[in-house]
């Protein structure tokens, strides 16, 4: 049998490895074993942090808003905000929503008095018209037929 040479494939591995840990402090940056084991740890902690770092930045967005609605004395919850701003269907998130707050405040107060509005006009329709949803269609039987009664 022939020897099999080998020597570099683990040198290119180590190597790689290194370059990897090299500005880790200490023997984490030196010796090859406390290198994976701290290779394996970082990649850990990263992977743990992304998600983290979703959830921070979430609560730093809900933070901002719930302040500046606060602030400007609008009788108004964050909470209610956001499902008024479902039920309209406008697609503003909450970075949006807190880099408005930020900026130009005056911007979120009117766009709170827009939705608080509409509100109220649709309470103050007649009770003979009323509002076109899916599952009130489905369960008159009418479909798409026709949007108000």
């Known amino acids: ?29 030196r010796l090859t074993r406390t290198i994976t ?18 959830r921070d930045f979430r609560r730093l967005w809900i933070t901002r808003i719930n302040a500046v609605i606060r602030e400007t004395r609008v009788s108004y919850s964050y909470s209610q905000l956001i499902h008024d701003l479902y039920k309209r269907q406008l697609l503003l998130n909450r970075k949006i929503l807190a880099q408005i707050a930020i900026s130009n405040r ?15 006009d649709w309470k103050n329709t007649p009770k003979k018209f009323k509002r076109s949803s899916p599952e009130n269609e489905l369960r008159e039987g009418e479909g798409m037929k026709s949007k108000l009664l």
């Open 106 to 120: 005056n911007c979120l107060y009117l766009i709170s008095n827009e939705i608080r509005r509409k509100e109220v």
């Open 1 to 29: 049998m022939t020897r099999i040479k080998r020597g570099y494939i683990a040198r290119r591995r180590r190597r790689k490895i290194r370059l990897f840990a090299s500005s880790f402090r200490g023997a984490h940056s």
């Open 37 to 54: 084991q701290q290779k394996i740890r970082a990649l850990v902690s990263s992977h743990r942090d992304r998600d983290k770092q979703k």
